[in-house]
């Protein structure tokens, strides 16, 4: 589904990579979590896979073409989903709105519209009472499903979310990694978290460790919480 192809990237001086000579890949139908501490580049690993940035050396790989030769605009366009810890919805507008025009944006066409947008927000716990409301009304956890939505709504097999937890309690966390992973198993959809949070990469089905410049897989029982 996604892979990456040698890659590295540095922000200031070549010889200070941040990571290099990657290669990673990511199949649909599972979470995968990327977990690091702060600071280990987790984020412009992100920013890579989601075509927000050039790698500086290597490629990444979509269903086996180089994102550069689908066209970045492209790729964001057709492919992927990003969801952020600030969940960049529109304020102005209410629960159902911001899904609407994800929805409207997306080209995706459905004859039941407002069926499909209600049942979608229902199923991530948004309930009736809370569909109309402007989003700023809905507290943090209730924002980040609505911003859920908004992504797999879009129709796009990759969904990449930085720190979607990051504002959240500990139940709340457990019920949105929960949702994501229904998604990535119920409409095999590949999900990458990126984290420093080691029970979201724990509740993962892979999890990736950026550590001292590289990745390594982890398996989920060795993940420590404390
Ligand atoms: N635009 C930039 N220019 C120069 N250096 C940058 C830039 N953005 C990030 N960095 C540096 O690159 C490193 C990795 O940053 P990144 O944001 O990818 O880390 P992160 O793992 O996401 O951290 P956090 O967990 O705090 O979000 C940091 O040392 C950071 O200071
Ligand atoms: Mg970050």
Redesign the pocket.
């Known amino acids: 589904m996604l892979e990456t192809k040698d890659l590295g990237y540095w922000?200031?001086q070549q010889n200070d990579y941040?990571f290099k000579d990657i290669n990673l890949s990511f199949e649909a139908g599972k979470v995968y979590a990327i977990l690091?501490?702060?600071?280990?580049?987790?984020?412009?690993?992100?920013?890579l896979l989601a075509g927000l940035d050039q790698p500086k050396s290597g490629s990444i790989l979509y269903k086996g073409e180089d994102i550069k030769k689908i066209g970045m605009t492209n790729y964001r366009k057709k492919d992927v989903s990003i969801i952020f810890q600030a969940y960049n919805l529109f304020s102005y507008m209410t629960a159902y709105e911001n899904v609407q025009t994800a929805l409207r944006i997306s080209g995706a066409k459905k004859t039941d519209e407002k069926d499909y947008i209600i049942e979608s927000l229902k199923k991530v716990g948004i309930t009736e009472d809370l569909i109309n409301k402007r989003v700023t009304h809905l507290s943090g956890g209730q924002q980040q499903r609505v911003a859920i939505v908004r992504a797999f709504v879009s129709g796009h097999e990759l969904i990449i979310a930085?720190?979607p937890t990051g504002n959240l309690d500990e139940i709340t966390t457990g019920e949105i990694v929960d949702i994501f992973k229904s998604i990535a198993h119920e409409q095999h959809k590949t999900v990458i978290i990126?984290t420093?949070e080691p029970e979201v990469a724990k509740q993962s089905d892979l999890v990736y460790e950026?550590k001292n410049k590289e990745f390594s897989l982890k398996t989920t029982e060795k993940i420590v919480v404390d």
């Open positions: 922000y200031t941040l690091g501490s702060s600071g280990s580049g987790k984020t412009t690993f992100l920013s930085d720190e990126v420093h950026l």
